[in-house]
């Protein structure tokens, strides 16, 4: 009973937190952060639970953008659907890259992630396939629409509220994933893919389908980042991108459900707070990374997490009793 | 008591009512602070932009102008984001800089939605009098239309009628090929051939010794920044361009790229520039100031926010407005003149016609000073320097507005 109410207590907190918050910090920066913390959920997905590191998850973060740019633009596709589009094709080139850099483990598998992305980006700069990115200028002036026919999205705060429920639904999402028998057999593949293997799992088709779904929920949030932002531009290809995205994970906590939401808004914090007191962002960003790796190994979140769940294993020893009680969003300890 | 409490609510009144109009007008400049293009924006723009309003007085409509400046950090959504969110919260009047072309678009595009006036005053790109123009938008300094007819015409007169591009893979380098071609082959000149480039290569030998072997009198690095810097490095191991029947050009040069190579590296070299500080008396006295300030010579982006933040302070003056469609409307009535332009007009798409002028790098021998790096050779007038509105793509200007 307790648990379930300090959920409910979560539930609404948080709920309420995404409600205010708007009304206390530009709108602009909550919709990139929330943008990011789905990417880097999405991202964890792969590395924090399938232990599956991936260097090249930009191309599927920028193909959502131009996906989404393009028939929003072009075609004047009502937003949500072009939403859908691009994340299907972002999907679809999770698929093709899956399909060739699965059998790689380790660092040749990101380093094949990498090539792969690079190969995207630069196709995007060239003809012929700039005249619909647009090359170094980006796709701009992105049409909001109208959410279904009915909601305008002009107004910026309506645009907001759509988009941290699209993340929500999202990352709620992505926690029935990773809590699924299918998720449990992701974390087998991690621990040990060899015994998962032996165990009758057909190890690669996992990863394929984990690859796929993190490559659309990064193109998810993607095409999101371009209706709030109404550009897609080159740097969301780039393997910048690609970088911040594991930067954004490992300092939040990989494995954890909430460390990279908390890694997304941090980083996103960081960003915004030094653009007008003219601090050197990435500066900053380096800095705490390297006091990430020193001190917690386990990102900001994850070693709380640890530390909490190392507290109530010695609580329990001493008083005997078998009930545990878990966070309500997270999931096993770190990799 | 009475009397008192009206005096209080008197001067408190009279101290809100001087708050009001004594609070600042502010610009905001969203530039590049710290990445690839701070040196040729950033600090030099901020400083230039605070010499403006110095030259002005300080105050405009009975206001003090003041700066904000963000780094955007070359990012498009962190530069449309404290655009947007500086004119929501109405503390700033107008936008200034951009950087580079994606940045730039960010920022303008929140330019126009909230009806100021953003000055571009750094990106490259044309589309901001194309296929972008708008009432918000005014366009200072080079394009790279402006470049290419300011290299092509003259060298062509020189009688360096064969072209060939070594030219960067990518929408910017095929645009600038494109826009060179036609004006050479209309000069009765002769493109010889080209070829291209990876993005950000690190060996242009090949493409190099091709363009020697070519015996083109004019060799195009049709690229910009890292690459141009590689390729004239690369240039001159292998001689190229160094025997007196072939010349190296390129779009466009900053100060910074020049110290970057070395005067014995790009010595000779071609390129187009609508501002060098060493043209007259003006433009060193300001160079003398802005260096007093900076520590460096300043850019033709760094004369180009001066310009720009100026002409912007007298048109808002005379149309009491901030406005974007009556301030543009006054800055496109008003002639530019400072320092570096004199009477020279801002056309109905947005752009500001500076004279451009077709420069080489000095030689070792020749440089005197630190700065001394350009021979500035001649001078194509503004008219000619762009496209006309009926060449471009501005369908509002096309319209006759």
Sequence with gaps: MKASFRNLLFVVLVGAAIVLAPHFVYPGFLMKAFCLALFACAFNLLLGYAGVMSFGHAAFFGTGAYAFAFVAK??????LTAVAVGTITAALLGLAFGLVAIKRHGIGFAMVTLALSQLVFFLALQPPLNQYTQGEDGVQDIPRGMLLGVLDLQDTLTTYYVIAAIVVIAILAIRRIVQSPFGEVLLAIRENEQRATSLGYHTQRYKLIAFVLSAAFSGLAGALKALAFQFAVLADLSWHAS???????????LGTLA?????????TGIESYSVEINLPAQMVIGIIFVLCVVLFRRGIYGEWIHRRQARLLLEEEGRRSPTSQSPPCQHGGAG | MK??????????????????SAAPFTIGIITDMSGTYSAITGKGSIEAAKMAIDDFGGKVLNRPVDIITADHQNKSDIAGAVARKWLEEGTVQALAEGTNSATTAAALAAAKAK??????????????TNEQCSDSGVHFGYDTNAVARTIVGPLVKQGKDTWYFVTADYAGGHA???SIVPLVEKMKGKVVGSVLHPFQATDFSSY????QASKAKVIVAANAGKDTINTMKQAAEFQVGQDGKQAMATSLLFLSDIKAMGLPIAQKLYAATPFYWDMNEATRTFARRFQQRTG????????????????????VQASGSVDARAVTQKMKELPVNDFWNSNVRVRADGRVLHNFYLVQVKTPAESKSQFDLLKVLSEVPGGDAFPSIAEGKCAAAKDGK
């Design chain 2, 115 to 128: 009806n100021r006036v953003m000055l571009v005053t750094s990106a490259g790109s044309p589309i901001f």
């Design chain 2, 296 to 315: 460096f010579a300043p850019e033709m982006t760094h004369a180009a926010s001066y310009s720009g933040v100026l002409h912007y302070l007298k048109a």
């Design chain 1, 259 to 267: 460390g990279p939401i908390f890694g997304g808004l941090l980083l």
């Design chain 2, 176 to 178: 600038l090929q494109s």
């Design chain 2, 3 to 20: 009397r008192t409490f009206a005096a209080i609510g008197v001067s408190m009144l009279a101290s809100v009512a001087a708050a009001q």
């Design chain 1, 243 to 253: 970088g911040e995205v594991v930067l954004t994970s490992l300092l939040g906590g």
């Design chain 2, 208 to 211: 190099l010794l091709q363009a």
């Design chain 1, 74 to 79: 072009s075609h004047q596709l009502e937003p």
